[in-house]
């Protein structure tokens, strides 16, 4: 079946603007975790729905990142008044059960995002 | 705070055993993870330790000491695919999980 996609996969932007990032995780898996990867590092915990509850943001760095789950499938990442600072690869990831029951998480292949 | 600290490089011979050590510690605790990356590539799940003890799967083995905050990743039989980052990750007693900054394994022929 198919995995956890992401879209876009690379965006370019203009300090200043706002970026949505979207993940489509895996059908029927209640949770649902966004992650920042730089290189060389791994992924760094942002925030996790389960279902259409956001139930821990924070990882978060700012009041510039929000993240939202409206029908508990696909979830948008939005940065606005992006910065150079947040030039990252923005991942997702999606498991048919929360950490608490040790579920593995299946990674999405992320968006590259770059601020110029 | 927070902290997972795992060698940043190893290098072994093709048919060898490596060990990767992963020490943590965190506020919580409700299990702990490793993830295989090979490079411009997601993350791919290996193995779960909530116990102690060891945890054999196929050439991987993980094990777990809770009262030490120490795991290792074994793996057997090394194979040159097997050259990737390994991530180990700790789930925090809530919600979140906490990744250590990996460590990259060469594997040479």
């Known amino acids: 079946g198919a995995g956890v996609s992401q879209s876009p996969r690379y965006k370019v932007t203009k300090r200043g603007q706002d970026v949505a990032l979207r993940c489509d995780p895996i059908?029927?898996?209640?949770?649902l975790y966004w992650y920042r990867q730089a290189l060389g590092q791994g992924p760094e915990f942002l925030t996790y729905?389960?279902?259409?509850?956001?139930?821990?943001k924070s990882g978060l760095p700012n009041d510039r990142f929000s993240a939202e789950r409206p029908e508990g499938s696909i979830s948008t990442l939005t940065i606005q008044r992006t910065e150079q600072r947040d030039s990252a690869m923005y991942r997702c990831?999606?498991?048919?059960?929360?950490?608490?029951?040790?579920?593995?998480?299946?990674f999405g292949p992320g968006t590259r995002l770059t601020v110029t | 705070g927070q902290n997972i600290d795992q060698p940043t490089e190893m290098t072994a011979t093709e048919g060898a055993i490596v060990q990767i050590n992963c020490t943590y510690q965190t506020s919580g605790f409700n299990g702990l993870f490793w993830y295989q990356q090979h490079a411009g590539e997601a993350p791919t799940f290996l193995s779960y330790?909530?116990?102690?003890g060891l945890e054999e799967k196929g050439r991987f083995s993980s094990f777990l000491s809770r009262s030490k905050g120490y795991s290792y990743l074994l793996l057997k039989e090394l194979q040159m695919k097997d050259s990737a980052s390994y991530l180990c990750a700790v789930g925090d007693g809530g919600f979140k999980t906490i990744f250590g900054a990996g460590t990259r394994l060469f594997v040479k022929a």
């Open positions: 330790n909530v116990l102690d």
């Open positions: 059908s029927g898996h209640v949770s």
């Open positions: 990831a999606s498991s048919s059960q929360g950490d608490r029951e040790g579920y593995e998480q299946y």
């Open positions: 729905f389960n279902y259409e509850a956001q139930q821990d």
